[in-house]
């Protein structure tokens, strides 16, 4: 089931980097409500929302976007994807929330964001937490 | 619905707030897997990973931290609550997911992150994808 999940998951990256709304609008969630927080944005809530987002990223061109070490966590007939994301010398770490609806896995939420540069799992002194 | 799973949220919050470990340990998943992206940080997957940050977190002390604005995406068994974090004159926007777990809605992941200071809901023209 975990390769479904990361096969829609690459999906995802695969129709941003081809620059292709169909597609990106294909891996997007129908019925569950959707949900998406690019870097730096506000949240945006709704389908109209957020597909209007990736149209407007797209039309800009997409980056060499790279997903690498997706990890699966299955939460029944949801599950979370979290991946590196590697853009050009860059890189985020993204959340990617999927549900099983149609026979067939859906993107309902995707949250990208900065990425530590230290070693992987490092559990820091200072407080991440505190406004920077 | 709703309600429990937004009483679970402050939960999560309180629990911060007031350094209190036992009822950070209470608010997580037992049996569901779980993760959490402190803002800047590597990915933690699993329990004793997740837990032992929010100890050495709260050890620090806890920032000033307030939940804002939180809206919840139903998933079934599963929810998603999107929220501001306002920290002193700070702002990070979070995923917060969650279970429904013996009877109790128990956070699964956590993933905070810096927010954009223009207006909400923008759809800016350029890339937020790209390397910064």
């Known amino acids: 089931m975990d390769t479904a999940i990361l ?3 690459e999906a995802f990256y695969d129709a941003f980097r081809r620059e292709d709304p169909a597609a990106m609008d294909e891996i997007w969630a129908r019925r569950a409500p959707v949900a998406c927080i690019h870097p730096g944005w506000d949240a ?3 389908r109209d929302r957020v597909m209007a987002s990736w149209r407007a990223i797209m039309e800009n ?7 690498v070490a997706p990890r ?3 939460l029944g007939e949801a599950a979370l994807v ?7 010398g860059g890189r985020l770490l993204a959340t990617n929330v999927f549900v099983h609806e149609d026979g067939q896995w859906r993107i309902v939420h995707h949250h990208a964001g900065p990425f530590a540069s230290g070693e992987p799992d490092t559990v820091a002194a200072a407080d991440p937490h505190g406004p920077n």
């Open 61 to 67: 061109g997409a980056p060499p976007i790279r997903c």
């Open 44 to 46: 945006l809530l709704g």
């Open 72 to 74: 699966v966590q299955r």
């Open 82 to 88: 979290i991946c590196e994301e590697h853009i050009g």
């Open 7 to 9: 096969a829609a998951n």
